[in-house]
């Protein structure tokens, strides 16, 4: 079956350093791959998306990585702030079509995230 | 715009009360989800709308759950009878066509069943 891991335990790191966050994923073949924050008591929100066909994508502080041998994602966030601190979730989709033919779009499945800490 | 709107924000319930929750997506995505989260299952996806139409609902747990699209505007997912298994945070979300420029959720519905 299809399987998404993200380190469930809690990331701690000093302000200013880099944090890096794991994604694997399994059984799976994803067209690309999302990368989301949340915070408590809210929804996640988009980060950065990053195709099967590239290897590297930044945004700001925000870098992610996508192996498709190794089936993993890595994010990385930059010189970390405390407001950097939150639940950082992975979500592999594979792209497919409805019977119809017509591109029904793609469904996300999420990974069980991890919560990122940063310390002043 | 003002994003992907839920109601109610919060909702507590007795075990056998029938439960609406409502989303009303961004206009112009195509696409709606319905998820739910809990501290044990993380984030799982319930049911998936394209252009109004049930596209997979392999993800809602049993019959008790039912979802409806009317229009391009408005979503209600339903639980009756409910129990306190079905308590957790429901989010909607939607998405403009292959969802490629992310999903946009709203806040959750936090249910408890008590």
């Known amino acids: 079956s299809q399987k998404i891991e993200q380190n469930s335990e809690a990331l701690n790191i000093q302000e200013g350093k880099t944090a890096t966050l794991t994604c694997n994923y399994t059984n799976y073949s994803p067209a690309y791959l999302q990368w989301y924050r949340q915070d408590p008591g809210r929804g996640p929100v988009f980060l950065l998306l990053?195709?099967?066909?590239?290897k590297e994508k930044r945004k700001e502080r925000l870098k992610v990585t996508f192996d498709t041998t190794l089936k993993q994602s890595l994010f990385h966030i930059t010189a970390s702030q405390p407001a950097d601190s939150a639940t950082y979730l992975c979500?592999?989709?594979?792209?497919?079509?409805?019977?119809?033919?017509?591109?029904?779009?793609?469904?996300?499945?999420f990974g069980g995230g991890t919560r990122l800490m940063v310390k002043p | 715009d003002a994003g992907v709107i839920q109601s109610p924000r919060h909702e507590v319930t007795e075990m056998g009360q029938e439960v609406t929750l409502r989303c009303k997506p961004i206009s112009g995505h195509n696409s709606l989800f319905w998820y739910r989260q809990t501290m044990m299952r993380g984030l799982e996806l319930l049911i998936y709308f394209n252009n109004n139409v049930p596209i997979d609902d392999s993800g809602m747990p049993e019959d008790r759950f039912s979802a409806k699209m009317p229009n391009a505007s408005f979503s209600t997912l339903k639980i009756q009878p409910s129990e306190p298994r079905d308590s957790a945070v429901y989010f909607c979300?939607?998405?403009f066509g292959t969802g490629a420029g992310g999903y946009t959720f709203g806040s959750g519905t936090r249910l408890t069943v008590v």
């Open positions: 979300a939607s998405s």
């Open positions: 990053i195709r099967e066909n590239e």
């Open positions: 979500a592999p989709s594979p792209s497919y079509n409805s019977p119809s033919g017509n591109n029904a779009g793609n469904m996300l499945t």
